[in-house]
């Protein structure tokens, strides 16, 4: 009898030590209350010294602590003998903490992406008309989501042109809007005065001489005094008096008479009414050039002649 006395007390004993907590250490905060654990808290134990002592503590300290918080809530429940989430959460304990271990400096978030700027251009042709006619408008545009041209145009496509009639100078803008800001851009269209009308004045002299004359006749004199008006009155005209005679006599002679003859107007227009010698050409063609027959008087009249010209020059009206 008091050996199965004593063996019952063994068997108490060895029960006793099994479930009693109060000489075991504790896991993850939370006291023993067995002399046995399973595998895992040691596994999970290990995993978070591991991630204590990493470089990656100091980068991740939240998921550190929340770790170490799964750790002790998966010991408190396995204790309240729900094992299967008490494995649950040591699990989530350990990933963490593998986790921790690969953190490191975190990268700087990438910079918010900057909407395009608007852009737009304005033109218009002709710059300068007069008053009365018209230019054309013309722009186009990227970026953007409203335009509106002034003055008194308003909201206006991405691109396109229109035709405008200003009745005075005036500076057309077309702003730009869009989502990456504003801008604009101008185009002037200036009014300028009508051009006066012009017209083409041109000066020639035709003297008749009589048979071996080169002296100018008195009724020549309002001619050749018109010819110095006009030298006088535009100084960039320059005249060109060319001498011819009949067939009567040599070549060789009427060549020089031809040329007398030049000179003789020449001389009138320097001498009487102080033209520049060096804005008068003088040529002797003799009688090659007949305008006429010289077979008869009237025809050799006809080419005993000054024929002279003094250009042309353009004056308003």
């Known amino acids: 009898m008091k050996k199965y006395l004593l063996l019952g007390c063994l068997l108490f004993a060895i029960l006793v030590l099994g479930t009693s907590c109060t000489y075991h250490t504790y896991h993850f905060g939370v006291p023993n209350q067995a002399a046995m654990v ?10 978070l010294a591991r991630a204590e002592q990493s470089e990656g503590a100091k980068y991740c300290p939240e998921k550190l602590a929340k770790a170490k918080d799964l750790a002790r809530q998966g010991a408190e429940v396995y204790w309240a003998c729900r094992n299967v989430e008490s494995s649950k959460l040591l699990a989530e304990a350990r990933q963490l903490a593998k986790e921790v271990e690969g953190c490191g400096p975190q990268a700087a978030p990438p910079a918010p992406a900057m909407p395009a700027s608007p852009a737009c251009s304005l033109g218009a042709s002709p710059t300068s008309i007069q008053k009365g006619q018209s230019a054309s408008l013309n722009w186009s545009s990227q970026n953007t989501e409203k335009l509106d041209l002034q003055p008194g145009i308003g909201p206006v496509g991405p691109q396109g042109s229109m035709t405008v009639t200003p009745q005075e100078d005036t500076s057309y803008t077309l702003t730009c809007a869009g989502a990456g800001g504003t801008m604009t851009s101008e185009a002037k269209v200036t009014i300028v005065a009508p051009s006066p009308a012009k017209e083409e004045l041109c000066m020639e ?5 009589d ?10 004199y309002k001619e050749v005094e018109r010819v110095a008006d006009f030298m006088k009155k535009y100084p960039q005209v320059k005249g060109t008096i060319d001498g011819h005679t009949d067939n009567v006599g040599t070549a060789k002679y009427n060549v020089g008479l031809s040329m007398r003859r030049a000179n003789s107007v020449v001389k009138m227009l320097v001498d009487k009414y102080g033209i520049d010698s060096s804005r008068l050409t003088a040529n002797g063609y003799g009688e090659t050039k007949p305008i006429a027959s010289n077979k008869t008087k009237e025809g050799r009249q006809k080419n005993r002649r000054i024929e002279a010209n003094f250009g042309c020059v353009s004056v308003e009206k």
């Open 38 to 47: 399973p595998d895992d808290f040691g596994e999970t134990e290990a995993a």
């Open 205 to 209: 002299l035709h003297i008749k001489f």
């Open 211 to 220: 048979t071996d004359k080169s002296v100018i006749k008195p009724a020549y």
